[in-house]
């Protein structure tokens, strides 16, 4: 399981999370030809906890680049004739589902206070980092991706209620089950898309930096190795990090 700095529009752009990707991916194999690779989803800060409804459509808007990344690797991986892809887990897009459901909508038990900003607070330590009840969450959410099985029934921590338990894990397979049985692989020209049209400008209005989408959505629109997004046949060995 790997992942990348939360602000993944930058480091898309500006360090090469998609070489990096595939290079780690390498590395793994080479070391065991049957081992797989987890892309983890992570996720930026809550901008308002008393209105996290803002932070749960950036995050669903972001998720998309996050496959694409997975995607980008994959299909250079089929055009060899290798059967190994890297796999989206999607961490972020599942916490969102539940901040949606305990928060905005209030229907997680004991879970849900009533409040958006207390419901918040039971879940992260601050806007950012897990509480043991996120942390619970997150365990659950990454187990049901991996072996795409229930975590309903599972064991928990002694400081997760058995109510909380019950809700959380089955809100985790809710959103994993839900996401894996719909998901499609999408083609680079998607990505591209995607990115020009969602996710650049998604990341500059909700981190505050307008002035960035039109240069990210150029640059995701490149014809060239420049754009992560960007694969051809005829030059694609050359991209990749030896």
Not at 111 to 136: C, K, M, P
């Amino acid at each position: 399981v790997l992942t990348e700095r939360h602000d993944l529009v930058n480091t898309l752009l500006w360090e090469d999370t998609v070489r990096y990707t595939r290079h780690f991916h390498d590395r793994l194999r080479a070391g065991n030809a049957a081992a797989s690779s987890y892309l983890y989803h992570s996720w930026l800060a809550i901008a308002d906890k008393t209105n996290p409804a803002t932070w749960v459509t950036y995050e669903r808007a972001a998720a998309k680049a996050w496959q694409c990344t997975a995607a980008r690797v994959n299909v250079s991986l089929a055009a060899v004739g290798r059967g190994d892809r890297v796999t989206y887990l999607p961490a972020g897009l599942a916490l969102a589902d539940l901040v949606e459901q305990a928060a905005v909508r209030g229907s997680v038990a004991g879970v849900s206070t009533g409040n958006a900003g207390q419901t918040i607070d039971r879940l992260f330590t601050d806007n950012l980092h897990l509480s043991a009840l996120g942390e619970y969450y997150l365990s659950l959410v990454s187990y049901a991706s991996v072996y795409r099985r229930s975590p309903v029934g599972a064991w928990a921590p002694s400081n997760v209620t058995a109510e909380q338990a019950n809700a959380l894990q089955n809100v985790a397979w809710q959103s994993v089950s839900n996401y894996y049985n719909s998901a499609t692989t999408p083609s680079m020209d998607q990505c591209q898309a995607v990115m020009r049209d969602q996710v650049c400008s998604a990341y500059a209005n909700y981190s505050g930096n307008a002035g960035l989408a039109s240069g990210c959505s150029t640059h995701f629109t490149q014809q060239s190795q420049r754009n992560p997004f960007y694969y051809s046949a005829a030059s694609d060995s050359g991209f990749w990090f030896p």
